[in-house]
């Protein structure tokens, strides 16, 4: 695909390097699959490019017997709408598998305004409703309240938390922790930052550097966070990774400048996930960094801001996820 085409699709979306990103022209052929959407649907991009996406995986058909879109990306180029934080069951014709993805979508148009392209981004979630259906003891829709709130506020925050949860996902099992503390991995990432809800929308959105006031403010949001998780049954391990998710190894981090194992462990590895996500992730302010990059920056930093050894662990993870770094 022309890089053109693709410096303009990374302009609109806001996606970190473990999403899938899908392209389609306005005949609803398939003209871009990045690596990791390839990864998720076990092909290959030259399985998939030059195809129509309706062939591929609907039938022919744009939508089902009841009348509905078969999917948010097939809607979007039909209806010239885009989609955000949709979760959508897809079905892998391939491999006859079902797979759950948060699914947004985007528009490029042409230079007379033209629909000239759809991009889907997908995030798969699967692991995420597996873990869901354990939490029987916690009011996930308080949880996913609060998260929708700031994704009224903050969309990039929204999507964020839900690429890091899947980032501790993935690392907790990589690093064969128990299934509590999957479950609790997979908690701590969505919330974590629940606490900019407290932080105004001026400093969220500011496309340059923060101010020193500015920035003791955004300070405040993990303890903010925990304040907010402690009122909900149930929380109690999840509010204190999340309260010490900006301690740094060295001791310089916040709120409390604790070092070394004095930071609870999923803390730790919450800092680490957190900093690749917001480094691979398009922002108002800075291209993003590419995996081989934010990898580098993570092993630059290990034993200073981040735990050594969950560095180690997460690198050798992403190097298994993405063949180029």
């Not at 609803?28 to 390839?38: I, K, P, Q, R």
């Not at 934080?85 to 305004?113: K, P, Q």
């Not at 990039?156 to 991995?185: C, G, I, R, W």
């Amino acid at each position: 695909m022309d890089h053109n085409v693709l410096a303009r699709i990374a302009a609109v979306i806001q996606s970190s390097s473990v999403q899938g990103w899908l392209v389609i022209d306005r005949d609803f052929n398939v003209v871009h699959a990045n690596e990791a959407y390839c990864q998720l649907w076990k092909t290959e991009p030259d399985e998939v490019i030059g195809q129509c996406i309706l062939n591929l995986f609907f039938n022919g058909k744009k939508q089902d017997e009841r009348g509905q879109y078969v999917g948010p990306l097939v809607e979007t180029m039909d209806t010239g709408r885009e989609i955000s934080l949709m979760e959508v069951c897809v079905t892998n014709n391939y491999h006859e598998a079902n797979i759950w993805c948060l699914a947004n979508t985007y528009i490029l148009r042409d230079a007379e305004g033209r629909m000239e392209y759809a991009v889907g981004t997908y995030l798969p979630i699967d692991k995420f409703k597996v873990i869901e259906r354990r939490l029987d003891s916690i009011n996930l829709n308080i949880i996913k309240a609060f998260c929708k709130a700031i994704g009224v506020r903050d969309a990039y925050t929204k999507q964020h938390s839900e690429s890091v949860a899947y980032l501790m996902v993935e690392l907790a099992e990589f690093m064969n922790l128990s299934p509590d503390d999957v479950t609790k991995a997979y908690l701590a990432g969505i919330v974590h930052d629940v606490g900019k809800i407290g932080v105004p929308e001026k400093i969220l959105g500011k496309p340059g550097r923060l101010s020193d006031e500015e920035f003791e403010i955004i300070k405040c949001h993990p303890v903010k966070g925990s304040e907010i998780l402690a009122e909900i049954d149930g929380l109690g391990t999840v509010t204190n990774i999340v309260r010490h998710h900006h301690e740094r190894y060295d001791g310089r981090g916040y709120p409390e400048g604790l070092a070394g194992e004095d930071i609870p462990f999923l803390s730790r590895m919450l800092s680490i996930c957190d900093a690749f996500d917001a480094m691979t992730s398009k922002r108002c302010y800075r291209d993003p960094y590419t995996t081989t990059q934010a990898v580098a920056e993570i092993r630059r930093c290990a034993g200073l801001q981040f735990d050594p050894q969950i560095s180690e662990s997460f690198i050798k993870f992403i190097r298994g996820q993405f063949k180029q770094v």
